[in-house]
């Protein structure tokens, strides 16, 4: 079963889409805490684990290794929920290896955008490989070929690593991201709400409304 993360750590957003009972995790990055309005990522990221019964990614932002091994240290420390989020970079991947060998050294591997990015970062430790989808569509890529393609590695070499698809611009991506054989999907509020509404429905509960209404007099 593909489970569904929220690219978000806007509390109101997290809150009301894990009342729905759908809700499996939550991916976020500086930028998104800057939206969210707090530059306090321990306490935002823990009040985000009071609401969710799943992972919670939260990003280092130093570029270079010695400096993310020291982030990942202290984020990790916060929750047993919390994963450190490590760019596909050499300086990650010598993080990832040294952070994926801790007892609680739980990696999402971010900014991926080739299915090499993927082997490498499987093979540093991580627990998610992130491929960001929306941003090479953007430039022109088919970014959901290389879900399909790290997900035929994975397959093939039987890496534990979970391929996350990130960057989701809208629900179709959704549908594509699953039949690729993504585990995870990680999307804003914004394409999560779009995916449970349809004219039809409202035209159909509107319909059974008229009816019942005309039946009981």
């Not at 489970?3 to 806007?10: P, R, V, W």
């Not at 919670?56 to 270079?64: L, Y």
């Not at 290794?65 to 490590?86: C, D, N, P």
């Not at 995870?184 to 394409?191: A, E, N, R, S």
Request: with cysteine; aromatic share 6%; hydrophobic share 50%.
């Amino acid at each position: 079963m593909a489970d569904i993360f929220l690219d978000t750590a806007k509390l109101e957003e997290i809150r009301e889409a894990a009342s729905w009972g759908i809700l499996d995790g939550v991916t976020t990055n500086p930028t998104l805490m800057m939206q969210a309005g707090t530059a306090d990522l321990k306490t935002n990221t823990l009040e985000i684990v009071k609401l969710v019964s799943g992972p919670v990614s939260a990003e280092v932002i130093s570029t270079d290794a010695a400096g993310m091994v020291e982030e990942a240290r202290e984020i990790l420390s916060w929750s047993e929920h919390v994963f450190v989020k490590i760019p596909a970079t050499a300086e990650g991947l010598q993080a990832m290896s040294e952070i994926s060998s801790w007892p609680n050294g739980r990696v999402n591997a971010t900014l991926i955008f080739s299915p090499n990015q993927a082997l490498l970062v499987a093979k540093a430790g991580a627990a998610f490989a992130s491929v960001f989808v929306g941003r090479m569509d953007d430039a022109g890529l088919d970014g959901m070929e290389v879900v399909r393609q790290t997900r035929a590695i994975f397959d093939i070499y039987g890496f534990d690593c979970q391929v996350l698809a990130a960057s989701i611009r809208h629900p179709a991506h959704v549908v594509e991201a699953l039949l690729a054989g993504a585990d995870i999907i990680t999307l804003p509020f914004g394409v999560l709400q779009k995916m449970i509404r349809s004219p039809f429905t409202d035209a159909g509960m509107a319909s059974f409304a008229a009816d019942w209404k005309k039946a009981m007099g």
